[in-house]
């Protein structure tokens, strides 16, 4: 029923983006389900309302949600009453999302599904330029299962519309057994104005540049319940313009622009981790035996003196290196892969093992155990499940971790560095 519910209101909404190109599509349908997650009232303000009335009512409700709850101040979208959008559309649109059944959206899993399928799809259908990448939501699960954030600060520097920051919040509740109480709060009988990270638990940070991605991110935190004030926006990269010069991260995630100075990247984010902090960076597969392999990887150990270019007062060790499919970038076609770091003597290192170890992990290939789809355009959970247990068997001092031909082999860093620093794991596995 889920699924039925998002591409019957997305198909709907496509109809009327394609007949209103005067408005930013890519915020009104958005902006109406965050209305419709922030009160219940959402179904009674409209009930006697003419049609031509509906656009400056939603523009009122979106001031009032903002003068109230400051997390979306200056965010949400207010251009319902614009004469480039038809009022009929938008009152259908907002009965197709009163008809959804109550036993559906009470705990607010739907209408955050719906929000959260709404916006990947925007992104998938807009902005092809090359530097532009849409983040499938499984590799927002695979980085996050593998990383583990528990309480602390969590810090994406190119957060988008905050995918990584809200997987890491659910992963944290899960692990806490808190989900229940978290969607209980989120969708009230009153209106939940003036939501925030419920449980105080940890501190969300980010920085995004393209001024749209950054308010739907900031609705994407609200509606799950999570503070977003330390999220901000500025038209610059962060290697050029850090908005969080002194923060050390405990837990760091990034999907870097493609093409975008790999080897800044990876020293910003070295530079950002707290001792013991863990970060989870999405690369291209170039990475792994290009000129950014040897100044990223050599940061293991004593190798970081044989680096200029990287900090060597910081030790950072590369824990372990995934090779992704082909096919789950599909807005650009990129063959991508997932590098895990350590500060240090971290939670990511693995327990018992010599440090500067490498994990490697072919996950393009068959996943054993695990049925492979005939199109690999996501990661199933299983296929999530197995990557990320196979690595915490890895990381586990009394685990039972055992190489597998052909999907995965931990090596010493010697080794590596007699392969002058080659991490594509298709050579070692």
């Known amino acids: ?7 019957t209101l997305w198909r709907k909404a496509s109809r009327i983006r394609k007949d ?25 303000m409209f009930l006697e309302l003419k049609i031509d009335e509906i656009g400056g009512v939603l523009d009122e409700a979106m001031e009032v949600i903002e003068r109230i709850n400051p997390t979306v101040q200056q965010i949400l979208p207010r251009e319902y009453a614009s004469p480039d959008i038809r009022p009929d559309q938008l009152a259908l649109f907002i009965k197709m999302l009163g008809d959804i059944p109550k036993e ?56 988008g519309v905050a995918g990584m920051l809200v997987e890491s919040h659910a992963f944290l509740l899960r692990n ?51 503070d977003g004030t330390q999220v901000g926006w500025n038209n610059e990269s962060c290697l050029d313009k850090d908005l969080h010069p002194n923060l050390k991260a405990d837990y760091l995630f990034c999907v870097p622009p493609l093409n975008s100075r790999y080897s800044e990247w990876m020293r910003y984010i070295v530079s950002h981790l707290a001792p013991g902090g863990v970060a989870g960076v999405i690369l291209s597969k170039d990475s792994l035996s290009g000129s950014l392999s040897t100044p990223a990887a050599a940061v293991n150990g004593d190798d970081a003196l044989e680096n200029p270019g990287v900090n060597t007062r ?37 327990a018992g093992k010599q440090d500067g170890d490498i994990l490697f992990i072919d996950a393009a290939s068959n996943i054993p155990g695990v049925p492979r789809k005939l199109r690999r355009e996501e ?15 890895w990381q586990a001092q009394n685990g039972d971790y055992k190489d597998v031909k052909g999907f995965c082999k931990s090596l010493e860093w010697k080794t590596i560095k007699g392969n002058r620093f080659n991490l594509t794991p298709e050579r070692y596995v």
Request: net charge positive; charged share 20%.
């Open 1 to 7: 029923m889920k699924e039925l519910i998002q591409e």
């Open 20 to 44: 209103n190109d005067g408005v930013d599509a890519m915020l009104w349908g958005p902006g109406l389900v965050f209305l419709k997650c922030m009160s219940h009232a959402f179904d009674r």
């Open 104 to 159: 559906y959206y009470r705990t607010g899993e739907i209408l955050q599904g719906v929000f959260g399928y709404f916006v990947r799809n925007y992104l998938s259908a807009g902005d092809k330029r090359q530097e532009s990448i849409c983040t499938p939501e499984c590799i927002d699960k695979l980085v996050v299962a593998m990383v583990g954030p528990m309480k602390g600060k969590i810090f994406d520097p190119c957060c």
């Open 176 to 226: 806490l057994h808190l989900a229940n109480t978290s969607l209980k709060n989120l969708v009230k009988e009153t209106d939940p104005m003036g939501l925030t990270n419920p449980m105080g638990l940890s501190v969300f940070y980010g920085q995004e540049s393209k001024l749209t991605n950054f308010r739907l991110c900031r609705m994407n935190l609200a509606i799950h319940g999570i």
């Open 314 to 350: 910081v030790s950072v060790n590369v824990n372990c290196i995934v090779t992704l499919p082909d096919q789950l970038f599909q807005s650009t076609g990129m063959s991508a892969c997932l590098w895990l770091l350590g500060r240090g003597k971290g939670r990511i290192s693995g």
């Open 379 to 393: 990661l199933s959970n299983a296929e999530i499940d197995e990557i990320a247990g196979t690595f915490r068997r």
